[in-house]
């Protein structure tokens, strides 16, 4: 099993930034790829980063050049820091972990509600 939990969500302005967290705990070994999904309301949740075991990553074309995802191995932890926000990125956002290369995993959700 494997335990995800987020931090980190808010209100911020249109323009300002946010960082995003997960704690990922349990059978931490077996986690392969990691990311970040959003489900902003009335659709569907959407991939907006994900990052491989050895670093690589992948983004969703309406994030690029604003938001990067990390993850410390070491700490089994994975972040997404948010620049630029706009009123469309408000969503609850999700930690994702793909683990034993057929389970998935997700944690609780963190409210994110970017506005003036």
């Known amino acids: 099993q494997v335990q995800l939990v987020e931090s980190g969500g808010g209100l911020v302005q249109p323009g300002g930034s946010l960082r995003l967290s997960c704690a990922a705990s349990?059978?931490?070994?077996?986690?392969?790829?990691m990311a970040w999904y959003r489900q902003a309301p009335g659709k569907q949740r959407e991939l907006v980063a994900a990052?491989?075991?050895?670093?690589?990553?992948n983004y969703a074309d309406s994030v690029k050049g604003r938001f990067t995802i990390s993850r410390d191995n070491a700490k089994s932890t994975m972040s997404l820091q948010m620049n630029s926000l706009k009123p469309e990125d408000t969503a609850v956002y999700y930690c994702?972990?793909?683990?034993?290369?057929?389970?998935?995993?997700w944690g609780q959700g963190t409210q994110v509600t970017v506005s003036s």
């Open positions: 994702y972990a793909y683990a034993y290369a057929r389970y998935h995993y």
């Open positions: 990052i491989t075991s050895d670093g690589g990553t």
């Open positions: 349990g059978m931490i070994f077996s986690i392969s790829t």
